[in-house]
């Protein structure tokens, strides 16, 4: 590449060169950073869910939802269905009851657990290989005829350059960041959510927030149902530790009941809004205007971004939104 002189005479290297060299330190971290970490001894790379106390969270979730489930299904429902009744002696509203809102029940729960399997395995999306997204030095760059070409950045470094990944040695698009406990770079990152061991981004946010959705009407419509069943447990001669455990699982409902509702506000405001979490941190911490977004549209664009095109398919795990999470003019 050659040398250039600088005013005191001396040699210094040109811009390119040091481009150049910085693109190889890079590339030398991330070897070394993916060989000590993400890979075996003999060079495979490390399974997703190999780390099993990642995975503790994961199991939290699924034994509450069990909990809650056996306690809602055999001490309130069945007590509804009086199945150790006789058909002829059994009370018929309080049947019809039972029968309405164990379908119910059923029902969103099996949507609840369809979105939680989503959230888990639901690849958010990446960067993709080629199309000149690499990170190389300016003078190593060859003119893009691909996809870079054609996209429009809005979002760059205070000097002017593009974002870049030192991680993944790859320009970012826009809304993009690196999860260092998935360790790659996920496509409009919302956050990463330890309780479905994956990162919500633009290809899982809409299973994320249905599954908040049914998670808040499940608990909801648990909670109010199943008072009824505490009520009765307090005015008829039962066993102790019946009344204890549907009391118990309650509190513990109308307590998740109340945390889901926020969080759903939360996450639905910032739909509203075309904002995700980390873009609300971001802007909390320049102490800037909540409530602005430089993605913003209409709020039915705005939704339609998350939750699809099909108005009438937004609460249903279905009709993904449009899109490559690349560009978001």
Not at 148 to 170: A, D
């Amino acid at each position: 590449l050659g040398f250039k002189v600088c005013i005191s005479g001396q040699f210094a290297p040109p811009r390119e060169l040091l481009a150049f060299q910085k693109v190889q330190v890079l590339q030398a971290v991330n070897y070394f950073m993916r060989s000590s970490i993400d890979l075996y001894s003999d060079g495979r790379e490390a399974p997703r869910f190999g780390e099993l106390n990642k995975l503790l969270p994961v199991f939290l979730v699924v034994a509450t939802i069990m909990f809650l489930y056996t306690q809602y299904v055999f001490l309130h429902g069945l007590r509804l269905l009086q199945i150790d009744l006789p058909a002829v002696v059994r009370d018929e509203a309080k049947f019809q009851r039972g029968v309405f809102q164990l379908s119910w029940f059923h029902f969103n729960t099996i949507l609840l657990l369809y979105c939680l399997l989503r959230c888990l395995l639901t690849f958010p999306g990446t960067i993709p290989d080629g199309q000149g997204w690499e990170l190389r030095a300016e003078a190593d760059v060859a003119p893009v005829d691909g996809e870079l070409k054609s996209v429009e950045l809005t979002e760059t470094k205070t000097s002017g350059e593009r974002r870049h990944c030192k991680w993944c040695l790859k320009y970012k698009p826009d809304r993009c960041h690196h999860c260092r406990i998935c360790n790659t770079c996920v496509l409009r990152m919302d956050h990463h959510c330890p309780w479905v061991y994956n990162c919500i981004g633009f290809r899982n946010h809409k299973y994320f927030l249905l599954l908040l959705v049914y998670a808040a009407t499940d608990l909801l419509f648990l909670t109010v149902t199943m008072f009824e069943s505490v009520w009765w447990s307090t005015r008829t001669d039962v066993s102790p530790s019946v009344m204890l455990v549907l009391a118990t699982a309650e509190c513990f409902a109308c307590f998740l009941t109340t945390i889901t509702w926020l969080f759903l506000g939360f996450h639905g405001w910032l739909t509203m809004k075309a904002m995700t979490t980390l873009e609300f941190c971001e802007k909390s911490m320049k102490m800037t205007s909540y409530d602005s977004s430089i993605y913003a549209k209409s709020p039915y664009e705005n939704i339609c971004a998350v939750l699809g095109p099909q108005p009438l398919l937004w609460f249903v795990p279905c009709s993904l939104p449009k899109g490559d999470g690349l560009t978001w003019k």
